[in-house]
Nanobody
Framework: QVQLVESGGGLVQAGGSLRVSCAGSGRTFSTHAMGWFRQAPGKEREFVAAINWNGGVTNYADSVKGRFAISRDNAKNTVYLQMNSLKPEDTAVYYC?????????????????WGQGTQVTVSS
């Protein structure tokens, strides 16, 4: 069982940066792939970024490639999403999720554990 708690969301102007964090509990955190997803009002939850168990493999949605960076620190049971050059269309609730396999995935259905989400709002 893995419990996840996101933090670091907030309000930022377009072009600014923000880092959101996800702290996990449980001894198996380091063996799980991790992902970030987001959901804007009236829209489906969408994939943002994912990282494999040791941080060696990452994947990004085309809409954030080159602007966002996912990383993890297994010693701290934490995964991060650094968001740069933010745009108003990045506004959403951001969720982290854990997949009970070492390799990452873009599909939300592959993730068994989810955090409660953190709001990111980008003003124009």
């Amino acid at each position: 069982q893995v419990q996840l708690v996101e933090s670091g969301g907030g309000l930022v102007q377009a072009g600014g940066s923000l880092r959101v964090s996800c702290a996990g509990s449980g001894r198996t955190f380091s063996t799980h792939a991790m992902g970030w997803f987001r959901q804007a009002p009236g829209k489906e939850r969408e994939f943002v970024a994912a990282i494999n168990w040791n941080g060696g493999v990452t994947n990004y949605a085309d809409s954030v490639k080159g602007r966002f960076a996912i990383s993890r620190d297994n010693a701290k049971n934490t995964v991060y999403l650094q968001m740069n050059s933010l745009k108003p269309e990045d506004t959403a609730v951001y969720y982290c999720a854990a997949r009970p396999l070492p390799s990452n995935s873009r599909s939300p259905s592959e993730y068994a554990y989810w955090g409660q989400g953190t709001q990111v709002t980008v003003s124009s």
